[in-house]
């Protein structure tokens, strides 16, 4: 019983892999459930039992989004758990409902084998209060469950415990910067192996500039799209999630798009770099000033494994920081690797993250104490 069914499920896809212990033994994608594809989430999960081989199947674990204040490590679902998931759907209505029905088709398809619910806000549950509290009356704070919860974490803490293993340092003492750039963004402040503050709050929007999120913006921009524009809520949300990043500044969601048209001297694809870079320079300097030492900055996802430009421009001129990135280094390719300079006082590195893996991992520890 050494196989573990890893199940991402949004709303129109499921991305799967199944692991060998450590090996990858099958993976897919199954695209437009419900638009095209397969019927429903039931369909779509029939389809990976018979491509994928579940025979000594010990588990599932799935990726949830959203864990509230409820949930801090990963969790073996039960009937009191689903329904407290699904007491979250309030706070995260994009994504959670999707994991949800994921849970519910694999529990009934595959009676008997134990479900894991591995969130993405788990490893923030560490921050301290100061990181998780808005400047807002605490009352109705409290009421709504508005504070931040921050989220890629399965990556952070994938990318961070990595990152210490590369540098041959106990993660317990190593402080790190986690950039996870990919079509989302998010920055992380890990301190010794924990969260200690991360840019994204209590939903994915805030902090970074994404591939169609604004990230951090002044929140009188919403009201003054409601009295003044006049649009209604779903169209800001709308814009905010969807029309906005790299995509409203420029028109295309793709780093490699936007860094093309840059080169070709295309002024809206220049600003989206700039604005994208600043903003993730500027995390980096607030993190280190919080963390206080600096042991690594990390880059990881789409962006963060790929782009060079976007790495360079990021830290450039943050010497004084004692954070440097060697050009050739830079450039060269490759899997888990330093990109600063030999004698740097911070390493920066390239870690590719590996959620599934790490999805898998912690399924593991969790079936290892029940
Ligand atoms: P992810 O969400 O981690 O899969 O990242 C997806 C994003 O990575 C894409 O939308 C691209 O913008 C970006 N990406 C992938 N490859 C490259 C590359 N070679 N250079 C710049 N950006 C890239």
Same mark, same amino acid.
């Given at each position: ?26 993976? #897919? ?24 081989? *579940?025979?000594?199947?010990? !588990?599932?674990?799935?990726? @949830? $989004? ?27 209505p ?9 849970? &519910?088709?694999?529990?009934?398809? *595959? ?19 100061? !990181?998780?509290?808005y400047a807002i009356?605490?009352?109705v704070a409290?009421?709504w469950?508005i504070?931040?919860? #921050?989220?890629? #974490? ?9 990152? !210490? ?6 993660? &317990? ?8 750039? #990919? ?18 709050g209590m939903s994915p929007l805030e902090g970074?500039?994404?591939?169609t999120r604004s990230g951090d913006i002044d929140p009188t921009i919403i009201f003054h799209l409601r009295r003044v524009g006049g649009l209604g809520v779903d169209e800001i949300d709308d814009l905010l999630n969807r029309r906005s990043g790299?995509?409203g ?7 490699? &798009?936007? /860094?093309?048209?840059?080169? !070709?001297?295309? /002024? ?6 700039? $604005? ?13 000033? *919080? *963390? ?17 430009? @976007? ?43 590996? /959620?599934?893996? &790490? ?12």
């Amino acid at each position: 019983m050494s196989r573990i069914l890893v199940l991402n499920c949004g709303s129109s896809s499921v991305k799967w892999r199944l692991f060998d212990g450590p090996d990858t033994v099958g993976k #897919g994608l199954v695209e437009r459930v419900g638009t095209g594809g397969p019927a429903d989430h039931d369909a779509a999960l029939s389809e990976i039992m018979s491509a994928a081989d *579940l025979s000594g199947l010990a !588990a599932v674990g799935h990726r @949830v $989004v959203h864990g509230g204040d409820r949930f801090s490590a990963p969790t073996l679902v039960t009937d009191e758990v689903f329904a407290a998931v699904r007491d979250l759907v309030p706070l995260a209505p994009l994504h959670n409902p999707a994991n949800l029905t994921g849970i &519910e088709v694999a529990r009934r398809l *595959l009676p008997g084998v134990p479900q894991v619910a591995i969130f993405d806000t788990a490893f923030h549950r560490t921050m301290p209060a100061w !990181a998780r509290a808005y400047a807002i009356d605490t009352s109705v704070a409290g009421k709504w469950g508005i504070q931040r919860y #921050g989220f890629h #974490g399965t990556s952070h803490a994938y990318v961070s415990r990595r990152t !210490a293993a590369l540098l041959d340092r106990p993660v &317990e003492h190593t402080n790190v910067i986690t950039l996870h750039l #990919g079509n989302g963004a998010s920055a992380c402040a890990v301190a010794g192996g924990h969260s200690l503050i991360t840019s994204m709050g209590m939903s994915p929007l805030e902090g970074l500039v994404m591939g169609t999120r604004s990230g951090d913006i002044d929140p009188t921009i919403i009201f003054h799209l409601r009295r003044v524009g006049g649009l209604g809520v779903d169209e800001i949300d709308d814009l905010l999630n969807r029309r906005s990043g790299l995509m409203g500044l420029a028109g295309d969601n793709d780093m490699r &798009e936007i /860094e093309a048209r840059r080169d !070709a001297g295309d /002024e809206a694809a220049t600003l989206a770099f700039d $604005v994208y870079c600043q903003r993730v320079k500027g995390y980096v300097g607030a993190y280190a000033a *919080l *963390l206080g030492r600096v042991d690594a900055v990390t880059f990881t996802a789409g962006v963060g494994e790929n782009s060079a430009p @976007v790495r360079e421009a990021c830290l450039a001129g943050l010497d004084p920081f004692g954070i440097a990135v060697d050009p050739d280094r830079n450039a060269a390719r490759g899997g888990e690797r330093v990109i600063s300079p030999d004698g740097a006082r911070v390493a920066v590195c390239v870690i590719p993250t590996d /959620e599934e893996l &790490e999805i898998a991992t912690q399924t593991r520890t969790v079936l290892a104490t029940t």
